[in-house]
């Protein structure tokens, strides 16, 4: 359920950055709605059966990594689309490298064509809301969007 949650946060921030606009009212919602089901079904997991409990958690992984591959795809999109100075600003090419980067180290990590440690390649997606707060944080994205709105 926090997965499905963070994937979603990660194709909020995906759709909005770096323009700040706001979404369609409701867009939102839809967005963190395979979130809030995983949550309410949470607490009642026990008395699910075992075939209906793998069969939702395995759908809630599944649209969650679709969250996670459209928000790289648009970040992608993003970078190509923009100009060097938003490039620069937003840190861009920081966010789509470690985007990219951790999907290609624990996906090889996870199939043991790395080191033995096969989850501890995912811990390399720490780099992804690191690099996401570091661009988030640039004091030259703030100046682009003062003069964006000036």
């Known amino acids: 359920a926090l997965s499905a949650f963070a994937e979603a946060a990660l194709l909020h921030l995906a759709l909005i950055f770096p323009s700040g ?51 790289g795809v648009l970040f992608l999109i993003t970078l190509f689309r923009a100009s060097a100075a938003v490039r620069h600003a937003a840190k861009l090419p920081l966010v789509v490298t470690s985007m990219w980067g951790t999907f290609v180290v624990a996906t090889l990590g996870n199939e043991g064509l790395l080191l033995a440690q096969s989850d501890a390649w995912n811990l390399v997606s720490g780099l992804v809301p690191i690099s996401l707060a570091l661009a988030l944080t640039s004091p030259a994205l703030d100046t682009l969007r003062e003069t964006a709105v000036s």
């Open 21 to 71: 606009r706001s979404l369609k009212a409701g867009s939102p919602h839809a967005l963190y709605s395979i979130g809030a089901l995983a949550m309410l079904v949470t607490p009642f997991a026990g008395l699910l059966s075992t075939t209906v409990l793998e069969l939702f958690a395995s759908l809630i992984l599944v649209v969650a990594n679709l969250f996670s591959l459209a928000a």
